[in-house]
């Protein structure tokens, strides 16, 4: 019995406090301070290289027969291929 009272008092109040779909909410950011992401690097600077597309902040440990490799502040793991 208490459970369904419980039941009939509670749901009546999920639903009262549900949004409605035509409800919208709106963000806005302000500011100016410089976003702490990573600027996007040119990878394509030395094309005898294959190198990941991450970004890690230190120092990586890459498979064998790659290197770790820095590009501005990021570390990322790079093969240097062999011309024949």
């Keep these: 019995m208490r459970f369904t009272l419980a039941t009939l008092l509670f749901v009546p109040a999920l639903i009262a406090a549900a ?3 035509d409800e919208r ?3 806005m950011v302000e500011g ?3 976003s702490k992401a990573p600027k996007a ?3 394509s600077s030395k094309p005898s290289d294959i190198c990941l597309k991450i970004c890690a902040p230190q120092t ?3 498979p064998d027969g790659w290197e770790s490799r820095k590009f ?3 570390y990322t793991c790079c093969l240097t291929e ?3």
Excluded: L
């Design 41 to 43: 690097y040119d990878f």
């Design 25 to 27: 909410v709106v963000i």
């Design 19 to 21: 949004p409605t779909p």
């Design 32 to 34: 100016n301070t410089p």
């Design 72 to 74: 501005d502040s990021c």
């Design 60 to 62: 990586m440990s890459c």
């Design 82 to 84: 062999q011309k024949d």
